[in-house]
């Protein structure tokens, strides 16, 4: 296993991947991962066929690894099956009891994990997604989002310590959205583990700043999104400046040390540097001697959706 201090790792983990491999015939899905999740909100984060659904049901033993293994608190959950009621998982399937009522489907897994109060815990987690006013309606004429919120609620109903989610924000409108993504955030707040799957970059970004990303069935960056940007030193910075001398600053700023690039258009400039640190530091006496205004100065490349570009593509 990687060193703990790498940023793949966390301090206190509750779920431990270390050198997880799965392979479907002679189709590898997940290959040589290993990382770990614990308070808080992780996001694991990959295209369409990258293998986040395969690692999460390793996470939660409904798949096993060919090599490699998976801990929740320090436990193999095939081995010590009562820690399963530590876990809440929301499946990206939409696997549902169309006939059941949605206050059914979630007394139903409350019944599965014996609770003593099912009809008390049951409410709880469903006022908690805020299908109350639904809660009595069948599934099956339910949207998608509504689905979704009832597989939310039926995975919270026993108040997890270890929340998965696959993809759960699909088929929600944006109000929906935005209560989902509050909820998740405010369960991490608490202390619980929640590890959520997107391929959707502004959802991931809403929800946290720690990332697993994932390409091609392998672990391609950790951490948070600055830091993994920072790590990429082969590939220079985007900074666009808006300034009322864009043509004269770019002229004075050419001969920077570290300036791959300049381009300017009718509102801004826009530098590559492989310093950011130097053109920080040139930029304001430069202005001054130019007697320019620069009114904004801002990166183009450190948010989610850009730097999972360059996992990705390489530009």
């Not at 924000?169 to 909820?183: C, E, F, M």
């Not at 959707?200 to 392998?218: F, H, N, P, Q």
Request: overall charge negative; aromatic content about 6%.
């Amino acid at each position: 296993m990687t060193s703990p201090s790498s940023p793949e790792f966390v301090p206190e983990p509750t779920v431990v991947v270390d050198a997880v491999t799965k392979w479907f015939g002679q189709k590898v899905a997940v290959s040589n991962i290993s990382c770990s999740f614990g308070p808080g909100v992780s996001g694991l984060l990959g295209p369409n066929g990258a293998g986040k659904t395969t690692l999460l049901r390793m996470l939660v033993a409904l798949a096993l690894p060919s090599e490699g293994s998976v801990t929740v608190l320090g436990n193999n959950l095939r081995r010590k099956y009562q820690n399963y009621r530590d876990v809440g998982l929301v499946p990206e399937d939409d696997a549902v009891y169309g006939s059941l009522t949605a206050r059914q489907y979630v007394e139903y897994a409350a019944r599965l994990l014996r609770l003593r109060d099912v009809a008390d815990a049951s409410a709880s987690a469903i006022d908690l997604v805020d299908m109350g006013y639904a809660a009595d309606r069948t599934i099956g004429g339910f949207s998608k989002g509504m689905r979704q919120r009832t597989k939310v609620a039926a995975a919270l109903v026993h108040r997890p310590g270890i929340l998965v989610l696959d993809e759960p924000l699909n088929g929600t409108d944006p109000v929906q959205r935005a209560n989902l993504i509050s909820l998740f955030r405010r369960l991490g707040d608490e202390g619980t583990t929640v590890i959520v799957s997107s391929h959707i970059l502004e959802e991931i970004e809403r929800m946290t700043d720690r990332v697993i990303a994932m390409v091609d069935g392998k672990l391609a960056a950790a951490g948070d999104v600055a830091a993994i940007r920072r790590a990429m030193t082969d590939i220079p910075y985007r900074v666009e400046i808006h300034t009322d001398g864009a043509r004269r600053l770019a002229a004075a700023l050419i001969s920077i040390e570290g300036i791959r690039g300049l381009d300017v258009d009718e509102q801004a400039l826009h530098i590559e540097t492989e310093d950011l640190l130097a053109l920080g530091a040139r930029l304001a006496p430069v202005a001054r001697d130019l007697d320019v205004r620069i009114t904004s100065f801002r990166p183009e490349d450190e948010s989610l959706e850009s730097v999972f570009r360059y996992l990705v593509t390489g530009r």
